[in-house]
T-cell receptor, first 116, second 113 residues
Framework: SQQGEEDPQALSIQEGENATMNCSYK?????LQWYRQNSGRGLVHLIL?????REKHSGRLRVTLDTSKKSSSLLITASRAADTASYFC????????????????FGGGTRVLVKP | DTGVSQNPRHKITKRGQNVTFRCDPI?????LYWYRQTLGQGPEFLTY????????KSRLLSDRFSAERPKGSFSTLEIQRTEQGDSAMYLC???????????FGQGTRLTVV
């Protein structure tokens, strides 16, 4: 499968705690992206990490990528109630025909609830 | 607002009717994508355009679905003879090249009754 699979499917934490979610995949990738989606809304891009990168930061977000294990993690530090959302990893595959590498394939997401 | 725009935001239709959705991408983005998302699931890829050329279609896109991007700008997604199983959020995204982030619209929520 080209899509990523997030783990856990759901996460409930207290405000101020850190939230960690993981994405595992099976294909070779060109890059991996994380998106956030608030209930009933569109997706918002968080971070893009390329296959030759191991870690990226953006504010309270930290993404790691281990291509040998075909996995990525997203860490949200010092969580806030406003971080309550679904988080998705999306892959740009480098396998297969050229056109197939142009789309992003999404996993099922991790639903994060941050309790105040 | 220079983001991706989708219309309508909500559509309720009776089973068997045809519906058409529109997506206006960010103007300089030549790549446009359609996804479908059902409750509690991640977005599923439907189809992809580079300029006006439809370069890939998912097997999810049955014969009742058709998408166009006639001038390489806005795109339409039409569903003919809608079924209850078509009820979902239809998302459009665009980006300038495959190595960058995708920008998503707010989606069109379709309910087939």
């Amino acid at each position: 499968s080209q899509q990523g699979e997030e783990d856990p499917q759901a996460l409930s934490i207290q405000e101020g705690e850190n939230a960690t979610m993981n994405c595992s995949y099976k294909t070779s990738i060109n890059n991996l992206q994380w998106y956030r989606q608030n209930s009933g809304r569109g997706l918002v891009h968080l971070i893009l990490i390329r296959s030759n990168e191991r870690e990226k930061h953006s504010g309270r977000l930290r993404v790691t990528l281990d291509t040998s294990k075909k996995s990525s993690s997203l860490l949200i530090t010092a969580s806030r109630a406003a971080d309550t959302a679904s988080y998705f990893c999306a892959l740009r595959s480098s396998d297969g025909i050229k056109a197939a590498g142009n789309k992003l394939t999404f996993g099922g997401g991790t639903r994060v609830l941050v309790k105040p | 607002d220079t983001g991706v725009s989708q219309n309508p935001r909500h559509k309720i239709t009776k089973r068997g009717q045809n519906v058409t959705f529109r997506c206006d991408p960010i103007s300089e983005h030549n790549r446009l994508y359609w996804y479908r998302q059902t409750l509690g699931q991640g977005p599923e890829f439907l189809t992809y355009f580079q300029n006006e050329a439809q370069l890939e279609k998912s097997r999810l896109l049955s014969d009742r679905f058709s998408a166009e991007r006639p001038k390489g700008s806005f795109s339409t997604l039409e569903i003919q003879r809608t079924e209850q199983g078509d009820s979902a959020m239809y998302l459009c995204a665009s980006r300038p090249n495959p190595n960058t982030e995708a920008f998503f619209g707010q989606g069109t929520r379709l309910t087939v009754v």
